[in-house]
Structure formats: structure tokens, C-alpha cells
């Protein structure tokens, strides 16, 4: 039998997501557009490929070999669409990417490292900017993809999709000041010393911006440029931190306690250029390599989900 590439790649979502409703959601189809397409595809293979249950679905022992294979199929296929677009696409134009301090940090890299690898006639430039930044640039043609944040990108009018969860929270030596507490609200972490990134980064300018004139004064032991040194100083007892969770890496012996002001709810988007997303074949290809980073980040414990956008 034909299988249709976009067919597998709803497919793909539909398992990754683990709702037909989400995986529809992902490919911007309707939820009967979708269905039908999975449909066909069982019909076609002449076996059941999804189980479905109350709570979503999960691939039959036949839906996880061809999810298998489907992603060999889309990898292999990106890679030759890439080999022969090299031919009429300028070497000179690299693809442009655009995130906040928390992507640069661990997502963007990862999703660059094997973006890369598979597509070695295609460049990369990736930069740190802030959500209003981002949006302008790509609302502007200036960009081809950014990692926004939802509350600043909302209603901006550019073609979006979750990315995953990017809240913050307070994190300090293990063993320290947070043992024993499970959340604390920004009032209560400011009455103990704290560090954090320059006062011209995007998250603290994001984290201020959100906490008005009248929070509290905070003493700042230091302020430095990443967020690796912020986390190992945390970790070394220097004083507390705000960073993502995402940022954390879940084998450092830290204290982690959810921030629970509502504005420390954050969630990445993954926002497109005013550029049809269907004319670069590179575009959609990191555009993927983004959605996979995403996925394979290590979970925490007691993370908060996902939000869902229709």
C-alpha cells in the first residue's frame, strides 16, 4: 500500500500526544479530518493501529511498529528534500531562529545539534530575543521560527503551537532553606538572599515586568550572565533562584519548590513567520527537530502540563 507522508505524521502526533483530538490539533486539522485519516490508514493495513479508551488512545503492537518505521520514513524523507532543496536555495541565507533565555538554554541547543547533523547544507542563526521582539521579527519576515512565551504572544495573529511547559520555580541548596517545602509564593522567596541573571536578560526583565512597582524589595547577591552558573550557584548554597524547571537538570542534588504567584504559569509556543509554513522544506524540518527537543525533555515530578490552545 501508499502511505501519505502527512498521514504518518498525524499519526506520529496522535501517539506522541496520546489523544486523536491533540494530534489533529498539531497538523491544524478537524477533529473528523483527522479521524478519517486514521481510519484509512487502518483500513489500508488491514489491522487495528490505535486503542482507544476514555482518556485518549495508545498504539496497538502494529501501531507501534509503524510509528517506528514512520519516523525512519520522515526522517529519511527530510533528509532528501533537504539534499535536493540545497539546490536552489542560497547557501548565504541561513535559517533564522529566535527564543528567550530559557529556550537558548537547554531546547533550542538540543533541537540544533540534531537539526544540524541531518541537514548539512542548511545553516542556522539562532539568537537570544524577547517574546515582543520575536513576534515583531516575525511578523516582519526578519525570522523564520521563535520559541515565545503564551501570555506575551497571545492574539499576536502568527501561525502557533505548544511547545511545552516553561513555569518557573524556586530552587536552592539541597538540604537548605526549601527543605521540607513543596511551594512558596515570590513574597516568601524575597526574604531570602537571592541570585539571579543580569538585569538586562530576557527572564529577569520578564520576571519584573511581571511583578509590578509595588513587589517587594529583593537583595541580589550576585547576577550572572546564564543559566548554568545561576542553577550552580543555587545549588551551592549561595542563595535561592528563579529559574524554568525545564532548565533544571533532574540529577542535581537541588531543592525545587513550585513559585505559586499565577505568573510564574509559563508555556513555550512555537510561533511561525508570516511565511507560508509549507514553502520551506528546512523551516518545517526544524520546526520538527524543535517539537522532538521538546518531548525528550526529562519530566519532573509534580510539572505542570501542558496548556492547550485551539
Known amino acids: 500500500m501508499r502511505y501519505d507522508l502527512d498521514d504518518l505524521r498525524l499519526f506520529l502526533d496522535i501517539v506522541a500526544e496520546g489523544s486523536i483530538t491533540a494530534g489533529a490539533r498539531r497538523m491544524h486539522l478537524s477533529l473528523p479530518s483527522a479521524s478519517a485519516r486514521v481510519r484509512s490508514l487502518e483500513h489500508h493495513a488491514g489491522v487495528a493501529l490505535l486503542i482507544r479508551g476514555r482518556r485518549g488512545v495508545r498504539p496497538t503492537p502494529a501501531g507501534t511498529t509503524l510509528a517506528r518505521h514512520a519516523r525512519e520514513v520522515l526522517a529519511q524523507t527530510a533528509r532528501l528534500e533537504s539534499a535536493v532543496a540545497s539546490y536552489t536555495r542560497s547557501p548565504t541565507a541561513p535559517l533564522t531562529l529566535l527564543g528567550g533565555g530559557s529556550a537558548m538554554h537547554r531546547l533550542v541547543p538540543q533541537a540544533l545539534v540534531s ?107 550576585t547576577s550572572v550572565a546564564n543559566l548554568n552558573v545561576l542553577v550552580a550557584l543555587a545549588a551551592a548554597g549561595v542563595g535561592l533562584a528563579l529559574v524554568p524547571r525545564r532548565a533544571i537538570d533532574p540529577g542535581r542534588p537541588l531543592d525545587v519548590c513550585e513559585l505559586q504567584d499565577p505568573w510564574a504559569r509559563r508555556h513555550h509556543l512555537l510561533a511561525w513567520g508570516v511565511k507560508d509554513r509549507t514553502s520551506s522544506t528546512a523551516t518545517a524540518a526544524l520546526a520538527e527537530h524543535l517539537r522532538q527537543a521538546a518531548l525528550s525533555e526529562p519530566a519532573f515530578p509534580g510539572s505542570i502540563g501542558d496548556a492547550k490552545y485551539r
Do not use: N
Open 115 to 221: 537539526f544540524l547533523r541531518a541537514h548539512p547544507d542548511v545553516d542556522v542563526t539562532a539568537s537570544e530575543s524577547r517574546t515582543p521582539q520575536t513576534v515583531r521579527m516575525l511578523a516582519d519576515g526578519e525570522a523564520d521560527l521563535g520559541v515565545v512565551l503564551d501570555d506575551e504572544a497571545r492574539d499576536c495573529g502568527l501561525d502557533m503551537e505548544p511547545l511545552g511547559d516553561d513555569s518557573l520555580v524556586v530552587i536552592g541548596q539541597a538540604g537548605g532553606i526549601l527543605a521540607g517545602r513543596t511551594a512558596l509564593t515570590y513574597s516568601e522567596v524575597a526574604e531570602h538572599p537571592l541570585v539571579g541573571l543580569d538585569a538586562d536578560s530576557s527572564l529577569r526583565r520578564w520576571i519584573e515586568k511581571h511583578l509590578g512597582p509595588h513587589a517587594p524589595v529583593v537583595r541580589y547577591r
